[in-house]
Nanobody, 122 residues
Framework: VQLQAYGGGLVQSGGSLRLSCAASGRIFSSHVMAWFRQAPGKEREFVATIRWGVGTSYYADAVKGRFTISRGKSENSIYLQMSSLKPEDTAIYYC????????????????WGQGTQVTVSS
């Protein structure tokens, strides 16, 4: 599976942004798609995961209630709607594909997009 993320940009604190990730290749109902992020000088961290078949989603505590992950109805895409953005959300955001054995660890995901920069100004 090949992934391409886009939609990042510069936004003021409290604003909203929507990220998109287009996937090429076969995605099975047991698979998962996710968003991770990496801030300067920090490790890449889990943001949100969605189970491809049933659509169940999971979130990191830091974004719960502010971010929403979703999948396209017909196309192989996922989205991350981000609201009430904070300066600490500034990072490069990556989409990822996994076989569904795990939901939140980087090691659970074999395919990664190139990342899209999100900058939140205070």
């Amino acid at each position: 599976v090949q992934l391409q993320a886009y939609g990042g940009g510069l936004v003021q604190s409290g604003g909203s942004l929507r990220l998109s990730c287009a996937a090429s290749g076969r995605i099975f109902s047991s698979h998962v798609m996710a968003w991770f992020r990496q801030a300067p000088g920090k490790e890449r961290e889990f943001v949100a995961t969605i189970r491809w078949g049933v659509g169940t989603s999971y979130y990191a505590d830091a974004v719960k209630g502010r971010f929403t992950i979703s999948r396209g109805k017909s196309e192989n895409s996922i989205y991350l709607q981000m609201s009430s953005l904070k300066p600490e959300d500034t990072a490069i955001y990556y989409c990822a594909h996994g076989n569904g054995r795990g939901l939140t660890a980087k090691a659970d995901f074999a395919s990664w997009g190139q990342g899209t920069q999100v900058t939140v100004s205070s």
